[in-house]
């Protein structure tokens, strides 16, 4: 080290600039990413106290810290960083701060994004780069967010795993979980869920057709919402069911998820729901096939929400799950190829249906396509059988049934929503068997209704297992039409439960 001698008056105002600086730094430093929120975040960067670049650096170095987990397909480092640069420079020349203020977001790949491949997490169509943004990520833009990059997912959004062997920035296959990476993280929007619970943002937009915005955040300590069908626009996302698809947002909490909702379908910001006002109903079905993790977390949730006020109400759905399985494969089966179809043709993918399928990297989804959405068939006891008159009962009769059920039983018992684990096991071993038909409708048990009916669900962490230490998700379904209170009940159910905390470094 070297030896100066300096002035007595030099070296105090040496001293004051280098206390000054230390204040300006300290008055800049990066949030703590482990217990940030986007809403956290977002008053942040609205005050000054931090910048968009900074957040963005912070996590595009948390994004290579966690590439074993494979949560992106594509992470725009130049990208999101101009962008960031951008959102600063317009926040010091003065006026009103936007919404998500230089927000750094993530998108699943099925979503897409101007100028960023959109895979759908398939390599047939990794050469497919749309030239506008969807309108729900055009919404977030609008909005002030920085779009960080594009995430891993389920194939074609066709599973619950994330098990895909097409795209990978670490040694294992398919997306993992962040607080374990030998299991799965879920899907279809697996990378999001990935991310959130790794902390490599503070906010998400996927897709759910069956559970694919919840399961992912049951599995990692995430919040997300389905809101009700019609709510969001699925314009420029890669497509399974037009009957049961929607965009989702995901994130740390629940009123990030309602301020990304609020972005997207408008409203004021809300308050959090008064629990001795709140009624939610309890169906045995939602219960069935529960781990021991599982069963513990959402009984003593359960617990909680009684001793803060809740009313929980025992309810009978008795054809709740015969109606269901009349619905599910045939909507998302026969509907598929059509949809898809429409789909590569309307936005110049360059690809065919047929080169789609035989692109397919995934073994179970390969086999999907091949042996029911190309042919319209369904899987039946001696083999296969049509899947035209399947869709018009589920259609005509087993739907609509479906939807006056919920809203007979949410009217009859005056329930503001039905509260059930969201998952009934937490996350299984990373493997191509998570992936079998018996884990994918043990998965979807109870986010499959719902998402059948096009009502409203959120998703919450309810606590840790006892055994397992990974995350245990508690759902709740609210009438059609009614995500906002949906949201505020969340949000105060919340601040009973509390948030997970963020995965032990390992």
Not at 265 to 270: D, H, I, S, W
């Amino acid at each position: 080290m070297s030896n100066f001698n300096l002035a007595p008056t030099t070296l105090a105002l040496l001293c004051l600039s280098a206390i000054a600086s230390a204040a300006q730094a300290q008055s800049t430093a990066i949030p703590d990413l482990a217990t940030l929120t986007a809403s956290d975040a977002v008053r942040q960067l609205c005050e000054g106290t931090v910048s968009s670049e900074q957040l963005v650096s912070a996590y595009i170095a948390q994004a290579h810290a966690g590439k074993n987990l494979n949560a992106f397909i594509t992470l725009d480092e130049a990208g999101a960083l101009k962008a960031a640069r951008a959102a600063d420079a317009q926040r010091k020349r003065g006026g009103a701060c936007k919404p998500l203020a230089g927000l750094p977001v993530v998108i699943k790949d099925n979503i897409q994004v101007q100028g960023l491949p959109a895979t759908a997490g398939s390599p047939a169509l990794k050469g497919f780069v749309p030239k506008a943004d969807a309108p729900v990520v055009a919404k977030l833009r609008a909005a002030g967010a920085v779009i960080l990059g594009k995430t891993n997912m389920h194939e074609l959004a066709f599973g619950v795993t994330g098990y895909n062997p097409a795209f990978q920035s670490g040694p294992e296959v398919g997306v993992r979980n962040a607080y374990d990476a030998s299991r799965i993280a879920g899907g279809s929007s697996s990378g999001n869920g990935a991310a959130l619970g790794a902390r490599m943002a503070p906010a998400a937009l996927g897709t759910d057709t069956g559970g694919s915005v919840r399961i992912p955040c049951a599995f990692n300590g995430c919040a997300s919402l389905r809101p009700t069908m019609g709510r969001y626009s699925q314009q420029g996302i890669a497509p399974i069911s037009h009957t049961r698809d929607t965009a989702g947002p995901m994130a740390q909490s629940m009123a990030d998820v309602a301020l990304l909702d609020r972005v997207i379908a408008g409203g004021a910001p809300l308050r959090p729901a008064d629990l001795k006002r709140v009624r939610l109903g309890v169906v045995p079905a939602f219960y069935a096939n529960l781990d021991a993790d599982t069963r513990a977390a959402t009984d003593a949730a359960l617990v909680k929400l009684r001793a803060a006020g809740v009313t929980l109400v025992d309810v009978e759905m008795p054809e709740l799950m015969k109606l269901n399985g009349a619905i599910g494969f045939p909507l998302a089966l026969f509907e598929a190829h059509d949809d898809m179809l429409a789909y590569l043709a309307k936005y110049g993918t360059g690809v065919d249906i047929a080169q789609l399928t035989a692109g397919i990297a995934s073994p179970d989804v390969k086999g999907t396509f091949e042996a029911f959405v190309i042919p319209r068939k369904l899987p039946a006891p001696n083999g296969v059988v049509d899947a035209k008159p399947a869709y018009d009962n589920a259609m005509r009769v087993a739907r609509p049934a479906l939807q006056k059920l919920y809203r007979d039983t949410f009217a009859r018992n005056r329930l503001d929503a039905l509260v059930f684990p969201t998952v009934p096991r937490v996350a299984l071993p990373a493997g191509p068997e998570a992936s079998s038909p018996e884990n994918f409708g043990a998965l979807i048990q109870n986010t499959d209704p719902g998402s059948n009916a096009g009502i409203p669900g959120v998703q919450l962490p309810s606590g840790l297992g006892a055994e397992s230490g990974l995350p245990v998700g508690l759902e709740l379904d609210g009438p059609a039409g009614s995500d906002r209170k949906l949201l505020a009940v969340g949000i105060a159910v919340e601040g009973v439960l509390g948030r997970l905390p963020a995965p032990k470094a390992k």
